[in-house]
């Protein structure tokens, strides 16, 4: 089981950016599945971007396609999620999650370890 730490997050104006980082114990992201989550405010929680697999393709949802990205520093053992051109839209709790690799194409639903949360405002 992974312990995944979220740091990152806070206030920034329409445009702009900002990254949120997930920093785990116990598993080797590098090796596992990967999921970034949202939940705005008065929305069920949605899947941003997931990566079920190690050279697996991401999976990116329709509203953050070429704003957000993912990486990684291996030897940190910590996944980025680069978040541009961010929108008032893109408001909410962010959440990043893994779990057992498995194959497939979007954010599933083997997700077994979860960070706290971090929350992201867009407003002026």
């Known amino acids: 089981q992974a312990q995944l730490v979220q740091s990152g997050g806070g206030l920034v104006q329409p445009g702009g950016s900002l990254r949120l980082a997930c920093t785990a114990s116990?598993?080797?992201?590098?090796?596992?599945?990967i999921g970034w989550f949202r939940q705005a405010p008065g929305k069920e929680r949605e899947g941003v971007l997931c990566i079920n697999s190690k050279d697996g393709i991401p999976y990116y949802a329709d509203s953050v396609k070429g704003r957000f990205t993912i990486s990684r520093d291996n030897a940190k053992n910590t996944v980025y999620l680069q978040m541009n051109s961010l929108k008032p839209e893109d408001t909410g709790v962010y959440y990043c999650?893994?779990?057992?690799?498995?194959?497939?194409?979007?954010?599933?639903?083997?997700?077994?370890?979860w960070g706290q949360g971090t929350q992201v405002i867009v407003s002026s």
């Open positions: 116990g598993r080797p992201l590098e090796y596992f599945a």
């Open positions: 999650a893994s779990a057992l690799p498995v194959s497939g194409y979007g954010c599933l639903d083997q997700y077994s370890d």
